[in-house]
């Protein structure tokens, strides 16, 4: 009887012929991870390569590129061939990679996601979401959720988060915000299909994701966590009880690559209890993700996990310990402010720099830190900024950035404190028209003065950290133009919008 597809993969998986020689799919390599072993025996093989991608392992790299970075990522940059198994249905070493992240992370599943935290929030929103259902979403999420309620046809209930106005930060949720939106939708009739929280923020901070976990499941409504800065949090004593698994999540999305060692782009979401479809889950990812994922990505992923399991209760004692002195030491420069909460918990390994003090904003302080120092920041605020530590960090780096801190403070002190930034509170808008509705209206270009009271047509997103200010559908406000004015006065640049000058908006008509 012929063998089925994934039959002739398992047996595949198993050995390889070449050349009359027989090779274990093991490879008899305990040194690598099993994603890691595949790919580098596969690389290895002297084969006539009749497969994509056409830079044929690299035979016709183009040299501007594999001048710069070698042949070896091309070599090992190989088509979904049998042996390295299908992401969408493993049999082989996905599925040995896949089950191993899922017992390090204390998942029920694990997925691997070539399309980044981005293509996990979406799967995830659309496999508790159809069509009408009500989202509970939390303001400051990630756009990628807003987008994923374009393809769910979901409707937000927006959970506007604790501000901080001195820092001009936004924060975490709290378990009343929560409470108190199951509660409005069950005075209208409604139940919400899914619970949407960001924890840890850009900025590190964590919400009590325990008690919200526990008052969605007493409501039979499962809790999906953006967790895409907290890949790292069930490593070390300090972190665990932020983890969004062990708090009770039934979803965890992470950006593995971004504390952890994957490749740019590589992230993985995991799955808890018996709430969510796995099935949806499943669908949904082969909706979003490409036909022709990355084994590089792949591999980055299993290494990553492999990287992390050699010391998991200790690996990040190093990280933290740097961290932590390097706050002591930023604290005692005048003028300079490490940011604390006594409401919410912070990821010990985001060092959050306030620089208002000195009379300059944080895109100010960060072009001297760049230019003169040669520290480059993951996010500048208006009056921040965010340097987040990780395992790679050593005690040098930390030495350049409290250097160029002090240089500032000498350099910029200031009487005059930085007063003149409008902090944004709330937005304040009313939502005319679904993000499903919204994307698929008519549209067309007001100026930007002439906006006020209109349908926003367009995403408008302040960057860094790419957290939406106005979302398709909601009412345009004098609120939101004025302080778009002023972010863009102060450096920050704004993606999403049609007209990057911010002269003319995109608008809804009828």
């Known amino acids: 009887m012929p063998w089925n597809k994934h039959e002739k993969m398992r047996h595949l998986y198993k050995k390889k012929h070449v050349n009359g020689n027989t090779v274990n799919s093991n490879f008899q390599d305990s040194e690598h991870p099993p994603l890691v072993r595949t790919l580098k025996a596969l690389a290895e093989q002297n084969v006539a390569g009749f497969h994509f991608p056409g830079h044929n392992r690299g035979r016709a790299a183009p040299s501007s590129l594999s001048s710069v970075i070698g042949l070896k990522p091309f070599i090992h ?46 799967a995830s929103i659309l496999a508790t979401c159809s069509p009408g259902d009500t989202l509970i979403i939390q303001r400051n999420s990630h756009k990628s959720a807003f987008s994923g309620m374009v393809l769910s046809g979901a409707i937000p209930k927006y959970i506007n988060p604790e501000y901080d106005f001195e820092w001009d930060i936004a924060g975490g949720i709290t378990t009343s915000q929560v409470e108190n939106a199951i509660k409005e939708l069950d005075i209208e009739g409604q139940k919400a299909s899914a619970v949407f929280i960001t924890s840890p923020t850009y900025h590190g901070i964590c919400s009590d994701l325990e008690a919200i976990s526990v008052l969605c499941h007493s409501h039979n409504i499962p809790l999906i966590v953006d967790e895409a800065h907290g890949a790292h949090l069930r ?34 979401l995991h799955l808890s209890g018996t709430i969510v479809d796995r099935e949806r889950i499943c669908k949904c990812l082969e909706t979003l993700q490409s036909t ?37 030491l930023i604290d005692r420069i005048p003028g ?36 003169d120092f040669g520290v480059i920041a993951e996010l500048t605020g208006t009056r921040s900024i965010t340097f987040p530590v990780n395992l790679g960090t050593t005690r040098d780096d930390i030495i350049r950035l409290v250097s160029g801190l002090k240089h500032l403070s000498q350099r910029h002190n200031s009487t005059q404190v930085i007063n ?91």
């Open 235 to 268: 490593f070390h004593k300090r972190l665990l009880h932020n983890s969004a698994l062990l708090q009770g999540a039934d979803i965890s999305i992470q950006s593995t690559h971004k504390v952890l060692g994957a490749l740019t782009q590589s992230s993985m």
């Open 77 to 122: 940059d190989l088509s979904t061939i049998p042996e390295l198994d299908n992401l969408f249905a493993p049999k082989g070493p996905i599925l040995d990679a896949q089950k191993q992240a899922a017992k390090l992370f204390g998942a029920k599943e694990t997925w691997f996601l070539v399309g980044g935290t981005t293509c996990g929030i979406q």
């Open 336 to 371: 300079i402010r490490v940011l604390d909460s006594s409401t919410f918990e912070i990821d010990p390994l985001r060092i959050t720099v306030g620089v208002w003090k000195l009379g300059i904003s944080g895109f100010e302080a960060y072009g001297i830190l760049d230019k």
């Open 420 to 510: 003149d930034i409008q902090p944004l509170t709330e937005t304040n808008t009313s939502m005319r028209l679904s993000p499903r509705d919204a994307f698929f209206a008519s549209k067309k270009k007001v100026r930007f003065e002439k906006s006020i009271g209109k349908v926003c047509g367009e995403l408008v997103c302040p960057y860094p950290p790419g957290i939406p200010l106005l979302m398709p559908g909601e009412v345009i406000t004098e609120e939101a133009l004025r302080y778009l004015i002023d972010l863009k006065s102060k450096g920050c640049f704004v993606i999403g919008v049609d007209d990057s000058t911010l002269s003319t908006m995109v608008v809804c008509y009828s």
């Open 292 to 328: 022709s994922p990355s084994y590089l990505l792949l591999a980055s992923l299993d290494a990553a996990r492999a990287q992390i399991s050699e010391q998991p209760e200790t690996i990040f004692n190093k990280p933290v310990e740097i961290a932590m002195e390097a706050k002591s």
